[in-house]
C-alpha cells in the first residue's frame, strides 16, 4: 500500500461522510503505520468516531495521544468529546488538566479550553464558580459544545449558571 496515497483517499472518504469505509481504512494504515504518522491517524480515526457519534472511541483514541504527549489540542478534543458523552466531571479535570499546562500562556485553545471548564462548571451545577470562569472568556465567544444546531455563547453560560444559582438560593432560603 502506497501511504499517502491512503491518506489521501482516508481524507477523501472522510470529506464524503463515508465514515465506515473510512473507519476501516484507519485501522489498517494504524497496523501499517511508522511512529511519524501514528499520531496523526490517531487523530484522524478520534473524529472519525466522533463522527459517528462512539464518543468513548475517539476519547480513548485521544488519551493515548495524550499519555504519549500532552498537546493542547487533543486535550480539547478529548474535553470536548467527554461533554458529547455528557461525562461532566471527566471533562472538567481534562480541561483543567490542559489549562494547566499553559497557565501564563496563550495558546491557540487557551480560550476554548477556558469556556469548556465554565461550560462543565454549569454541567456540574457548580453555578459560581461556572460565573467566575465565564469572566475569562472572551466577550461575545460561542462554541459548538453538545447541540449541533447552535453554538452555545459565554453570555447563554453566564445567564444558566445566574438563573439556576437564584434558584438554588430560593430553595436553602
Not at 483514541?61 to 461525562?87: G, P
Not at 462554541?143 to 447563554?156: H, I, N, Q
Request: hydrophobic residues 35%.
Amino acid at each position: 500500500m502506497n501511504q499517502l496515497t491512503d491518506i489521501k483517499k482516508l481524507d477523501s472518504l472522510i470529506k464524503n461522510r463515508n465514515y465506515d469505509e473510512a473507519l476501516s481504512l484507519c485501522n489498517l494504515l494504524l497496523e501499517e503505520t511508522s511512529v511519524d504518522q501514528h499520531r496523526d491517524l490517531l487523530r484522524k480515526r478520534s473524529h472519525i468516531h466522533s463522527l459517528l457519534g462512539d464518543y468513548q472511541q475517539a476519547i480513548d483514541d485521544r488519551f493515548e495521544l495524550i499519555s504519549e504527549a500532552q498537546e493542547e489540542a487533543d486535550v480539547f478534543f478529548a474535553s470536548l468529546y467527554l461533554i458529547r458523552a455528557e461525562k461532566f466531571k471527566d471533562a472538567y479535570r481534562t480541561v483543567n488538566m490542559g489549562i494547566a499546562e499553559q497557565p501564563d500562556t496563550h495558546t491557540p485553545y487557551t480560550d476554548e479550553l477556558i469556556f469548556l471548564r465554565a461550560y462543565t462548571l454549569v454541567k456540574l451545577e457548580l453555578y459560581q464558580e461556572a460565573i467566575e470562569a465565564c469572566d475569562h472568556i472572551k466577550d461575545g465567544m460561542k462554541m459548538w459544545v453538545s447541540s449541533f444546531s447552535r453554538p452555545t455563547s459565554k453570555d447563554e453560560l453566564i445567564s444558566a449558571a445566574e438563573s439556576k444559582s437564584n434558584t438554588c438560593l430560593l430553595y436553602t432560603s
